[in-house]
Each structure stands twice: as structure tokens, then as C-alpha cells.
């Protein structure tokens, strides 16, 4: 049975409450589509070099491709760093150059990694084990790191007048830094957002100011992903979900990001990353035992 509107405004709340949120969306997503049944193999198209598309194909890609919603929300709510961006090119703000440089230095890795190992992670990695697997793992992760902030901020307590460190005053190293974290992120459920954060507390962005560069880093990596994909499986995915349903999609998925994202920031100023981490052991528990035990 093809997808129906009811599900093309689950997978949209979905994509657009977890997509920045430290909790996975590709894992909720992979879930998400096996609970909805959309991981047959029935093909329903082809992609742009001619391979048959099954339905779990065109799904895996259709929400890729509603991605563009919750990047539309974050670039609508942080659009005063991306101007930021525009008057660096424009000469006007130096802090704005050093911005950019820091998005592309910590974009490259995974970008590399991605393309190298492509073809092996949709084959082994796109699973509910796997994704079990990797919750766990990036929950312990979580933990430590938190654990890690807070022993630093003990012996360093920052003072009043200093300025906070943002993602513009990051060194080239530490960028990078974040870049090759970020490509654990590429085992589906691990997270592009968590690792993203949890490597900004390595080197000395406090919880907000790491979670607003890794929004920041989300959007040419999750829009670069969203055209790939499109210009690849993008018939096969009107055939499976029509336009009607894409475009429910995007709204849902722009809607569900903003109120995330507000409330991610909202949330860590006060709890950090740990409620997050005890959520993903959770998660990964039931799943070993719905899919896997």
C-alpha cells in the first residue's frame, strides 16, 4: 500500500522534531517507516541511472527530501548568523568569514567520509539493530562528555565580563575537529546533531553556543543531502507519495523544527545534554526487545 497523508504528517513531525534534537532522526525515522510500513520492497519507480526504487527506497528518500522544511526553519530562526555570513563576504564583519570558514572546515570530513562509504552504510547500516546499537553508543558518549563540561567549568568557572566563546572563534584545528566527530554520526542513529555538540564541549563551546553551531553545520550538510537525493530518487518518490503529500511534508517538518529548536535551546540551558542521553538508553532498551531479542 502506498504512503497516505496520515503518514506523510508523521514522518514530517518526526524529521522536524528530531532532526536537531541529540536523539537521531535518521534512527526515529528508520523506526518510524518499518512501524508505518513503508519498508517493502515493492518497487515503484526508478532512479535517475535507470535501478528500480522499492517503496523503503523512495520513503528512506522522501525524508530526505522534507529535510529542506527543517532546514527552512533553522535558516528563519538564526538568520541574523547567517547575515552575519552575507556582510563577511560583503568586508564588513571579519567575525562572519571566520564563521563560514569554520561551517566548511567542520562540513569537510564528513562530506568525504559520506561519499567513500556511502554504499556500505545504506547496505549494512540502515537497520533497527543498528540503530539500537548506535542510541546506546551515542548515549554513552553523551554522558561523558557531559560529565567532561561539567569537571571543566568546575576548575574553570567562566567569569561575567569574558566573552563567550561562539562558533566564530573557533581555530581552524578545532573545526576540523568537529568535522571528523560528526562522521560517527554517519551510523544511523548516533546523531549529526549530538556529535556535533558533543565535540563543540571538547573544545570549549558551552551547550547553547554548541548546539547553534551544530544548527548551523546542519544546513548545508542536510541540504546538500536533500538535492543529491531529490535529482537521484525524486520520481520515484512523487510516484510514491505524489506532491500533495511532499508538500505536507515540508510544512509539517518546518513547523515541528522551530518549535524543537526553541525548545532545545531552551532546555539545555538548564539541563545539558544527560536527559537526552537517558532517552536514547531507553529507546535503544525497547527496541532490543520489540525488534531484536
Known amino acids: 500500500m502506498l504512503p497516505n497523508a496520515t503518514d506523510s504528517v508523521i514522518l514530517g513531525l ?78 564588513k564583519d571579519p567575525a562572519g568569514i571566520r564563521l563560514l570558514r569554520n561551517i566548511i572546515l567542520a562540513c569537510i570530513p564528513p562530506v568525504i567520509t559520506a561519499l567513500a562509504f556511502k554504499s556500505f552504510i545504506k547496505a549494512k547500516l540502515f537497520s533497527v539493530p543498528t540503530v539500537a546499537g548506535a542510541l546506546l553508543a551515542g548515549a554513552l558518549l553523551m554522558l561523558f562528555a557531559e560529565w567532561w563540561r561539567r569537571r571543566s567549568e568546575a576548575q574553570a568557572p567562566a567569569t561575567a565580563s569574558a566573552p563567550e566563546f561562539t562558533g566564530a572563534d573557533l581555530t581552524p584545528l578545532q573545526a576540523l575537529t568537529i568535522g571528523f566527530v560528526q562522521c560517527l554520526a554517519l551510523w544511523p542513529g548516533m546523531s549529526r546533531s549530538m556529535t556535533a555538540m558533543v565535540a563543540g564541549y571538547f573544545v570549549g563551546l558551552r551547550p547553547v553556543r554548541a548546539a547553534e553551531f551544530s544548527f548551523l553545520l546542519g544546513l548545508p550538510l542536510l541540504g546538500a543531502a536533500a538535492v543529491k537525493d531529490s535529482l537521484d530518487g525524486g520520481s520515484a518518490v512523487i510516484n510514491a507519495f505524489g506532491w500533495f503529500n511532499i508538500i505536507i511534508g515540508l510544512i509539517i517538518a518546518f513547523a515541528s523544527a522551530a518549535v524543537a529548536v526553541r525548545f532545545l535551546i531552551s532546555f539545555l540551558n538548564k539541563h545539558g545534554l544527560t536527559s537526552f542521553a537517558w532517552y536514547r538508553m531507553a529507546l535503544a532498551v525497547v527496541l532490543g526487545f520489540l525488534f531484536i531479542f
Open 14 to 91: 518526526v524529521e522536524g522534531i528530531t532532526e536537531f534534537l541529540p536523539i537521531s532522526s535518521t534512527g526515529h525515522l528508520i523506526i518510524t517507516t518499518h512501524l508505518l510500513g513503508l519498508d517493502g520492497d515493492t518497487v515503484v519507480g526508478n532512479d535517475r541511472k535507470g535501478r528500480p526504487m522499492t517503496l523503503k527506497d523512495a520513503a528512506d528518500t522522501y525524508t530526505v527530501i522534507i529535510q529542506v522544511g527543517a532546514i527552512a526553519a533553522v535558516a528563519l530562526i538564526y538568520w541574523s548568523q547567517l547575515s552575519r555570513i552575507l556582510a563577511g563576504l560583503a568586508g
